[in-house]
Every structure is written in structure tokens, then in C-alpha cells.
């Protein structure tokens, strides 16, 4: 255990530190302010109860892993820089509440080391947690969520992990296999058309540290390729999004992707115009096994549904 006047003075060109099952508690996190380039942070399996707003000052910080934090009451403030979050599953509805808050955020990760299981619901084919976060997610204003310029340094697509085994059936294209391909409505395109949002079930976990990254954990990453493709000559579009976990055991999980159609567009430099030609759309997830896949077409005038749907849960 650390003494209460723990510093690191002496330390503060740091980049990663790994605090993790140290028995701290709420008092006791005050001399990280004086790590102002910390990049990556792990306080899994401690004791507090809530984080104080000094890990919101530090500026530098990207990674941030508060796993098995059983204790802990609500998300702590968070630095603008940061852009990775790992927590457990019961912090899981107010973390995407907070979402907009914190604009390099690109992947959520949750995990559940309290074995307690979620309530599942004949409609949901799946944890109605899962069902209400993503709900919840999609009922905000997309263009508020995502940047809408692929110049700025915040992200563009935003990833959610959940521990889960299936995909909720709302998703309105569904298959299984190792990829998924979907032939597009005709006309599938119009002013209010915002995204896609992709969902496999999958396994991830037990990751190996990578010494190039700089990064003490050992994180399992993986990344969703999404495709639009026309049957005659214009240029395939695509964009990846990360999705992982910093579990150190192997299991089941939901991978949820949000992908904005202007994130490949403004890569391609293709015009709005020609969208309605590319009249397929795939979806891989490379070096996985993929049980199963969803793909639901965004549009404005679904973010009523969604909220009338968080409210009856």
C-alpha cells in the first residue's frame, strides 16, 4: 500500500503508470498532478469511492483503466485529451451519457467482474443494459456526438465495447458468418441519412503487450472495416474503427461501431451525389471470429425512437 503523501516529483517526464490493485483510496491520488505527460493511467482494483478532478488535469492523458473499481459511485471528470476509457459495466450508462463531453473519445470498453448478470428481456435478445446504452447513444444528435471534419483532432468514429453474447434484434439487418454483406435499399440516401452503426458478437481479451507502443498494458485490440461499394466504377470506400479491451481473460463481448458516411467520404473526396450508386455495404472484423452481425441505417428522425424506447425501459 501507498503512503497518503506519495509523489512523484522526480517523475514527471512519465508516460505510463500502472497503479493497479495498490488498495488506494479517495485521498490518496493528489500527487498526480505532478505527472503532467502521463499518457496512460490503470487504478483498476481500488477502493475508491469517487476520483477527485485533479485526473481531469492531466492534460496529457489518453488511457484511462478504472476496472474492478467496485466501490466507485459515479465516472470521474476526465481530461479533454482523453480518447481510451476502460470501466466496468455498472458505469456503463452514465459513461455514454458523458460521451459528448469528451471529443478524442473514440472507444468505451466495459467489462463485468462482478459476475452479476444482467436482466434479459424476450425483446432484446440481450442484456437490456446493452439495449439502453445503445439506445441511448443513438437518440443524441449524431452531429454532436462525431466531428464533422476529418481536419480537427477529435474523433470522427466511436466505438463501444460491452460484456455481452448477443446483439440486440433492433438491428434491421442481421446475419451470421465471418463477414457481412448488405444489399442497400434503393435510394438509401437522403439529407437525413446520418451513419451506420455496426454490431458483432465476438471473443476478445488476454491481449499481448505490444514493447513498440510505449504502453505498459497489454490491451487487445481489434478494428471493424466498413465498406461501400458500387457495382460500377467509382472507388470503393472504406474506414476502420477500433474496437478492444483491456481484459486480461478471454470472453464473449458486443463490439458496437458508429461510422458517420462523411468519415469515408472526405478520405475519398467523393461527391454526395454519386451516394446512392454504391449499393453495397460490408462489414469485416479482421483475425476474429464473428458470431454474429448487425447493421442498422441511421437517420435523423430515429433519434425520436430511440429516446421514446430508453424511456420504457
Known amino acids: 500500500m501507498l503512503p497518503s503523501s506519495w509523489e512523484f516529483h522526480c517523475l514527471r517526464k512519465l508516460k505510463s503508470l500502472d497503479l493497479s490493485g495498490c488498495n488506494l483510496s479517495d485521498n490518496q491520488t493528489a500527487a498526480l498532478m505532478n505527472l503532467p505527460s502521463l499518457l496512460e493511467l490503470n487504478l ?7 476520483l477527485p478532478d485533479i485526473i481531469s488535469r492531466l492534460s496529457q492523458l489518453r488511457y484511462l483503466n478504472i476496472k474492478q473499481c467496485q466501490e466507485l459511485k459515479e465516472l470521474p471528470k476526465l481530461p479533454p485529451s482523453i480518447e481510451e476509457l476502460y470501466a466496468e459495466d455498472f458505469l456503463a450508462k452514465q459513461s455514454i451519457a458523458k460521451l459528448q463531453m469528451y471529443p478524442r473519445l ?10 452479476v448478470q444482467q436482466s434479459y428481456t424476450k425483446e432484446s435478445n440481450g442484456s437490456s443494459v446493452l439495449d439502453e446504452i445503445l439506445g441511448s447513444f443513438l437518440s443524441h444528435d449524431m452531429d454532436n456526438v462525431v466531428q464533422s471534419s476529418l481536419n480537427c483532432d477529435y474523433r470522427v468514429t466511436c466505438s463501444i465495447v460491452f460484456p455481452e453474447c448477443a446483439i440486440p434484434t433492433w438491428f434491421k439487418h442481421q446475419s451470421v458468418g465471418e463477414k457481412m454483406l ?6 438509401w440516401y437522403n439529407d437525413k441519412f446520418k451513419g451506420f452503426a455496426i454490431c458483432c458478437a465476438t471473443h476478445m481479451g488476454a ?8 504502453l505498459s498494458k497489454k490491451y487487445d485490440y481489434a478494428f471493424v472495416k466498413a465498406k461501400l461499394i458500387c457495382k460500377d466504377d467509382l472507388e470503393v470506400l472504406e474506414k476502420e474503427c477500433k474496437v478492444g479491451t483491456a481484459s486480461r481473460t478471454y470472453g464473449s463481448c458486443v463490439c458496437f461501431v458508429y461510422i458517420p458516411l462523411y468519415a469515408s467520404l472526405q478520405v475519398s473526396g467523393t461527391d454526395f451525389g454519386k451516394i446512392n450508386q454504391y449499393s453495397l455495404f460490408e462489414a469485416s472484423l479482421h483475425g476474429r471470429i464473428v458470431r454474429q452481425w448487425g447493421v442498422h441505417l441511421i437517420y435523423e428522425d430515429e433519434r425520436t425512437l430511440f429516446a421514446k424506447k430508453i424511456r420504457k425501459s
Not at 182 to 187: A, D, F, K, Q, S
Request: net charge positive.
Open 44 to 50: 483498476r482494483r481500488n477502493k475508491f469511492i469517487s
Open 106 to 115: 473514440n472507444l468505451v470498453s466495459f467489462t463485468n467482474y462482478s459476475f
Open 182 to 187: 448488405l444489399e442497400l435499399p434503393i435510394n
Open 207 to 214: 491481449g499481448v503487450l505490444n514493447p513498440d507502443s510505449g
